[in-house]
């Protein structure tokens, strides 16, 4: 069990930060949503925001109507009523993506493969059959790092950069994938593509949020483009 005891910091004039561990961890990453969940309910007066990263907390606050004296002693509250060391991540929701791991959707999988120590069509079989924990949204809007996978997913990002990948890239390195919400450069290495368009910033669409469970459905490219061509995007899943 992996011993989490949090340390909260002031974040400039209307921010706090809880950090529940120096490194990612899943049980630090549980605990960070944990703890999001449940300062939002609290109904405070004066929260702004409050959000989640890889492995700590983060409330803003505004300070002309929530002192920061009163908001850390809310949040200090809520961090003395768990044991952060065994909370669990509630799950929101659970979704799947139909995605394609042929070579034109997947340029990188056999290298991948190959650090990995694995075949190709194993590594896909086994991401297919894993639920993976959406760990936190950042670098793009509604972009979503997944994990954690087994150890031999741990492969470290590349040292040079792709110039780009599409929306819906599935990238993978470090234990973790990266779907991606924009087209953009990056280090990672590109295994599959989802039929997903990517962030929608009208809300019309399901989205995913920190919490959420998706897994990869693997499809032939005939049925990713119909799924693409029906507008795309996340599923329902049942786990």
């Known amino acids: 069990m992996t011993k989490i005891d949090p340390v909260l910091y002031p974040l400039g004039e209307d921010g706090l930060l809880v950090e529940f561990a120096p ?5 630090a990453n549980a605990a960070a949503i944990a703890c999001r969940d449940a300062v939002s309910v609290l109904g405070l007066d004066g929260v702004v925001e409050v959000g989640s990263t890889l492995k700590s907390t983060f409330m803003r606050f505004d300070p002309a109507v929530l002192s920061r ?13 768990e044991d952060w060391s065994k909370v669990e991540a509630p799950v ?31 590594l896909v079989d ?29 492969v470290p990002r590349q040292s040079g950069l792709t110039p780009k990948v599409p929306v819906g890239a599935i990238t993978a390195a470090i234990r973790q994938i990266v779907l991606f919400a924009v087209p953009s450069g990056t280090g ?4 599959g593509q989802a039929a997903w368009r990517g962030f929608d910033p009208d809300g019309s669409g399901p989205y995913l ?9 693997p499809v032939g490219p ?3 483009a119909d799924h693409l061509a ?10």
């Open 23 to 27: 490194a990612l961890s899943m049980q």
């Open 126 to 154: 086994e991401l297919a059959a894993t639920p993976l924990r959406v760990l936190a949204l950042g670098f793009a809007p509604g972009m979503p790092y997944l994990g954690e996978l087994p150890a031999h997913w741990n």
């Open 188 to 191: 990672w290495r590109q295994i």
């Open 92 to 122: 929101a929701r659970a979704w799947r993506l139909p995605s394609c791991f042929d070579a034109d959707f997947a340029p990188q999988l056999e290298e991948f493969a190959g650090l990995a120590g694995r075949s190709a069509a194993d």
């Open 69 to 81: 004296g009163r908001a850390e002693a809310a949040l200090r509250d809520v961090l003395g009523q």
């Open 230 to 239: 029906a507008g795309g995007g996340l599923l329902e899943d049942r786990l």
């Open 209 to 217: 949020s920190a919490g959420d469970v998706l897994r990869f459905d």
């Open 222 to 224: 005939e049925a990713f």
